[in-house]
């Protein structure tokens, strides 16, 4: 039973890489960027929510949704002031934006609040269910189901909206989709702003989860969030979501294992190794180069 | 073709009177040990940004994972003069060649890779050279390892100027050549039967080892070595001083570590400020000049007659 615990956690944290790592590969699949400063992004709205609970005593899923626009906002302001430039730029000059940009949001934050971690007030309520024998926590439960449902949302927009429609149009070849009277540039924010969305949500369950948030909270959850889509094929958004769920069930059997130091390692050797054997991912299709 | 030894032999005569002046100062005591210390991290700060350079700038090879190396030499280094008592220049080549053959085992694989994914592999490869380390209580885990001083400015300029004639020669041989259509363009390189793969790692370990012997001076110069250190903050410190001066530009690189490095001692105080400063830098440069302040031009185009390091002009110069 106690591997079925181990599961269960697995997949909460799972979850969150999940959410994370749906903003890499839809922000990488329709621009070709790593949008390093999605990490951050992250942060922002774990502490947008952070705020929204403990200042104005707002709610569980007032706090997700209001966390969730402010970092759409933020997300579309980063794409529209930095990135959007540097469409035509060579793709190092893009990586390097991305890693500035980032560094900049951390240590503005960090500059106007100081580096002190903060505590997240408990906002949900949390009793202990015994299934099988297993401990399962109402607060992980609703974590899991709230990331279902936004992963189900983005399904949809996806595939029955007209924006979705435009964003797989854009994704597939951008000068097509100009000539289609597709609007690139706002097909791209609306990326941007459902990805980092996402990205806010899971900010917000991350504080929650772990209770424990702080400005450069977003490196590692971020930097694990691009290895979960790598793994699960980048661009590809089913890819995204079984990515994370894989490497967080990884990481809890590592620290189950007793290796709880080598938990990072472990991530970092799972994207080496499909680097390697599998650049493509899991559900990618190998292209390739063309001169 | 004698103008051109002249000229090298000139810049090395140069150089060694601009240490004996600088030596004098130091043994004279009027520049006191700050500056003194400055002047070394300056160094330090060089070599790792010239050993860059040769992988980004030259190659084209996007590696954001340097501090690893230099993680790797600062350890191995400080292993050999602390627990097997060996003198620092054996200490110093022995991390050399430690981070070459790392550079190597990183090398073969990754850089079958290209861009975004070389990038992400490198920055890996370096986390996990650092978790490692952690891992380690041979070498003190995260609490650190205690190590000599015993960098000197004679031992860091001598690193340094050794460091700068063989990438700057390295750069004007044909092998040079080959790294720099490597970098213009890996496939049509490729087709005018240029080995790729060989250059590539073969630049790649060239700068891994000169990470590795800055690494040597960096952990013989500051008491203690924590794997902290050597994260990707300091990978991001070390590309910086390479993109802000001009991939591509051996000389950019030299005055964006110098300058970079005595706005960072000023700024020693506000580590934020600081980290601000550099990324802000880093995102208006990319913005606005990404081709960096220099571009591929050298110094040395603008006084025309002296010896020129070509890194692939494209302006023509």
Redesign the interface.
Known sequence: MEWLQQLFNGISLGSIYALIALGYTMVYGIIKLINFAHGEVFMIGSFTGFYAIAFWGLGFFPALILSMAVCAVFGVLIERIAYKRLRSSTRIAALITAIGVSLLIQYVVIYIRGAQPEAYPNVLPNRSFDIFGVQISSQSLLILLVSVVLMIILQFIVHRTKIGKAMRAVSFDPDAAKLMGINVNNTISATFAIGSALAGAAGVIFGVYYTKIEPLMGIIPGLKAFIAAVLGGIGIIPGAVIGGFVLGIVETVVSALGLSLWRDAAAFIILILILIFRPSGIFGKNSKEKV | MLKKVNTFWFSIVLAFVFYGIIQLLISTAMLNPFYTNTLIFICINIILAVSLHLV?GITGQ?S?GHAGFLALGAYISAIMTMKLGMPFSVALIAGGIVAALAGLVVGV??L??R???L???T???A??IR??F??IDYVGGAAGMQVTHATTWTTSFLCLILTIVVIANFTNSRHGRACISIRENE?AADAMGINTTYYKVAAFVIGSFFAGIAGGLYAHNFYIIQPVNFG?LKS?DI?IFV?LGG?GSLSGAVVSAILLTIVSTFLQGLP??R??I???V??MV??YR?QGLMGTREITDYFGKWGRVKGGNQYGG
Do not use: H, K, W
């Open positions: 980004i996007f954001i694989p990754s079958r890779l861009g975004d994914y990038a992400i592999a920055l890996g490869f986390e996990i978790i490692i952690l891992n496939i990707f991001f590309l993109v991939l934020e400020t980290m601000i550099y990324s802000l880093l995102v990319m913005l990404p």
